[in-house]
C-alpha cells in the first residue's frame, strides 16, 4: 500500500519540547514517519495505511488534543476570525495586571502597608496565582505526567512554594497580625519566614510569564496567514456566459465547462482555455514575468492572474483546489510544515535546569532539617532557593528584546515576525534574490530610444506616443510616460487599430503610424527591416526588452526598448550582503537574458533564470541540502513557497500578501539596502536575547548556592530576582539606539 500523508492540527502544545514529545509518541507506531511544528501548530504524518484514528488517539494520548484541519475556503467579507486563544490569553494578562500591580506595590513600599494589608494582598493574589497562571500548572501536571520538565513547571513550582508559604505564614505563622510590616532582611533566621509573605513574586512571576506568553502566541498565530492571502487573491465574482447572455455569478458556483467572460482590467476567475478573442495577460504574480503574455484562442490562461488587453471568452478547466493559485497554496503550506523550527535556547536548557533546581530545594531542605533542626528555617531556606531560580528574567530575555528590536524595526520599515525568526539570521550565508520587484522595479519603463534615417528621436518618440496613447498594453502605456516625462507634447491620433499581439495602428498628423513588433510590420506591411536594426532588436529582446518598432511613410523609423529596470540602491546592497557574509544568488522566471543583465549590473555571480514557482522552491531546499543556510528575498505569489521553505524569509513590502505573510521578515519600503539592515537588526536583537540568558543563568549560578546556605531570604531573593528582571529589560532598551547603515 503506498504511503499517504496526513496532516494534524495540535492543541494544547507550550514549548518546542511538548512538539518533540509529541513527535516521539507519534514516531512509536509502526509504519509511521511524523514531524511536529510547533510554530504552525500541525503535524505532518506519513504512515502506511495506519488509521487517522488511530494517530489521533496517540496524540491525546500525551496530553493534547489533535484535528484534521478544515478546508480553507476564501472568506466573502473582509473581516478576519477572531484567535480566541489569543484573545483569551490577553484576557488572563490584562486581569493577572491589574490585580497584581497593586499587591506588588504594596509589598515592597512599607509606608503603604495598612492594617490588615497583607489580606488584601492576598485577596488580589489569589486569583492572579490560581486563574492567572493556570496554563502553566496545567502543562506542568502533563509534563510530569510524561515524565518530564519545561519552564511551565519551574514557574509554577515556584508560583505555588512562594503562594504556599505566603498561606503558611498567614495562617500559621505571625505575618498575619494586624499592623504586620514586611521586614527587609539580607540573611534567613529561624524566626524571620512566618512573619513574612512573598506574594508579591507569586503575582508578578505570572503576570512577566503571561506576557512573554501571550507575545509568542500572536507571532506564531500569524503562520497561517500566508495560506489565506493566497486564497484572497483569487476573484470573488465572474461573468458567465450561457446561451449568449451575460450574467454575474460567484466563483464558488463556477464548474468545469462553464464559460465566462473577463473584460480589460478584471482578474480571470479560475483555470482555463481561452475560446474567443486574445489580448495580454499579467502572468506576474505567479511567474515571475515582469511582460504581460499574448494570449489568444486556445490558449491557457491560469486563475488570479490579469487581463489587461482585450475582451476573452475563456472556458473553464479546473475550479477550487485543482487550480494553480490552490497548488502554489499547498506549496506554501507544506514548506511551512517542514521547516525546521529552532526550539528557543530557554526550552532547551530548561529541561536540565528544571529538575536540578527542584532537587537543589529538596536538598536544601533536607539539609537544614538535619543540621539545624528548624523545620522553619529549612522550608525558608528551601523557599528562597526556588524563588531565587524562578525563571523572571528568562521568560523575559526573549520577549522584552524582541519587543524593542522589532520596534525599532517598525521605525526603520522592518517588521520581524517572531523570536524563532532570529535564530536563522546569524547561521545565514546565503540570500537568493528574485529578480522582478526586489532587485528591479518591476515596472516598464523605456530604456533605450533609436532613431534611423536621421528621424529626430524626439519626433520618434513623440509620435510612437500618440499612436499608443489609445493602447491599455503596460507597454504602451510605459511610453507614453517616458514622452510624457521628457515633456513632449503629444499629438491626438485618429482612426486607432489595435492588433492584439502585434502592434497598433493610427493617424498621427495625417500619416499612418505603425507602432509594433518587427516581424509584424515585416509581414503585414511589407516594410523592410534593415541589418542592423534586426540585429539590436534581437540583442535587446534577448535581454528581456520589449522592442517596439516604429513606423510611417513605409519605412522604419526607430524602435523603442521597454523592459523592467534595475534599482537604485540594488547594487550597494548587494556590497552589503556580501559584507555581512552572505552568498548572493539571483532567482528569476524572466528569460536567461533579461536575469543576466541584471545580475552584471548589481555583481552577481550565480543566477538561475527562467524558473517557476516550483522550481524555485526546489532551488531553495537543493541549497539547503547542500549544507547551506539560505535567506529568499521575494515580493510575488510565485516567491511564496519559496519564501516559506527557506531559512529565513524576507519579503519586499511592494509586493503582495501572500509573500509578506509566508515570510519572516518584511521590508516596507521594498528598498533592498533596508534588506542589509534587517539583517543587522535581526543580529544584533539575537545577541541580545542570548546576552539577556547568559545574564539571567549566570544570575541563578551565584545565587542559588546564597539561598542554600541560607545567606538570603525569600524576601531577598525575590528582590535579586526582580533585579535580574531590570537588568534584562535594560539591556534590551538599548536596542533602541540601533541605526541603519548610512
Known sequence: MAASVVSLEIGGMTCASCANRIERKLNRIEGVTATVNYATEKASVRSDGVDTTALIAAVESAGYSATLPAPVRVRQDAELPVDREVVAL?????????????????????????????????????????????????????????????????VSVGVIAAFGWSLYALFFGTAGMPGMHMSFTFFASAHGGASEI?????????????????????????????????????????????????????????????????????????????????????????????????????????????????????????????????????????????????????????????????????????????INGSVELAFTAAVATLIIACPCALGLATPTALLVGTGRGSQLGIIISGPQVLEQTRAVDTIVLDKTGTVTTG???????????????????????????????????????????????????????????????AIVDGRLVMAGRSSWLATEWAMAIPDAASAAIAAAEAEGATVIAVAWDGRLRGTIAVGDTVKPSSAQAIGRFVALGLRPVLLTGDNAGAAALVAAAVHIDEVHAAVTPQGKLELITRLQSEGRIVAMVGDGVNDAAALAAADLGIAMGGGTDAAMAASDITVVSGDLLVVADAIRLARRTLGTIKGNLFWAFAYNVAAIPLAMLGLLGPLVAGAAMALSSVFVVTNSLRLRRFSPLV
Not at 95 to 122: E, G, K, Y
Not at 124 to 147: E, I, S, T
Open 90 to 154: 490577553r484576557h488572563r494578562l490584562v486581569v493577572s495586571a491589574t490585580l497584581a500591580a497593586p499587591v506588588v506595590l504594596l509589598s515592597m513600599i512599607p509606608a503603604i502597608q495598612f492594617t490588615h494589608w497583607q489580606w488584601l494582598a492576598l485577596t488580589l493574589a489569589a486569583p492572579v496565582v490560581v486563574w492567572g497562571a493556570w496554563p502553566f500548572h496545567r502543562a506542568a501536571a502533563v509534563n510530569a505526567r510524561h515524565g518530564g520538565a519545561t519552564m511551565d513547571t519551574l
Open 443 to 505: 515596472r516598464m519603463s523605456v530604456s533605450a530610444v533609436t532613431s534611423l534615417d536621421e528621424t529626430p528621436t524626439a519626433q520618434l518618440l513623440g509620435v510612437a506616443a500618440a499612436v499608443e496613447h489609445g493602447s491599455e498594453h503596460p507597454v504602451a502605456r510605459a511610453i507614453v510616460e517616458h514622452a510624457a516625462s521628457t515633456g513632449l507634447s503629444i499629438s491626438s491620433a485618429e482612426s486607432f487599430l489595435a492588433h492584439p499581439g502585434q502592434g497598433v495602428q
Open 198 to 370: 512573598y506574594l508579591e513574586v507569586a503575582a508578578a512571576v505570572t503576570v512577566f510569564i503571561l506576557g512573554g506568553r501571550y507575545i509568542e502566541a500572536r507571532a506564531k498565530k500569524q503562520s497561517g496567514a500566508a495560506l489565506r492571502a493566497l486564497l484572497e487573491l483569487g476573484a470573488q465574482d465572474a461573468t458567465a456566459l450561457k446561451g449568449g447572455v451575460e450574467s454575474s455569478v460567484s466563483v464558488a458556483s463556477l464548474a468545469p465547462g462553464d464559460v465566462i467572460v473577463v473584460r480589460p482590467g478584471e482578474k480571470i476567475a479560475s483555470d482555463g482555455l481561452v475560446v474567443e478573442g486574445s489580448s495580454a495577460v499579467d502572468f506576474s504574480m505567479l511567474t515571475g514575468e515582469s511582460v504581460p503574455v499574448e494570449v489568444g484562442a486556445g490558449d491557457r490562461v491560469v486563475g488570479a492572474t490579469i487581463n489587461v488587453g482585450g475582451r476573452l471568452v475563456v472556458e473553464i478547466t479546473r475550479v477550487g483546489a485543482d487550480t494553480e493559485l490552490a497548488r502554489i497554496g499547498r506549496l506554501v503550506e507544506d514548506a511551512q510544515n517542514g521547516k525546521a523550527e529552532a526550539q528557543r535556547l530557554a526550552d532547551r536548557v530548561s529541561g536540565v535546569f528544571v529538575p536540578i533546581v527542584i532537587g537543589l530545594a529538596l536538598v536544601t531542605f533536607a539539609a537544614w532539617v538535619l
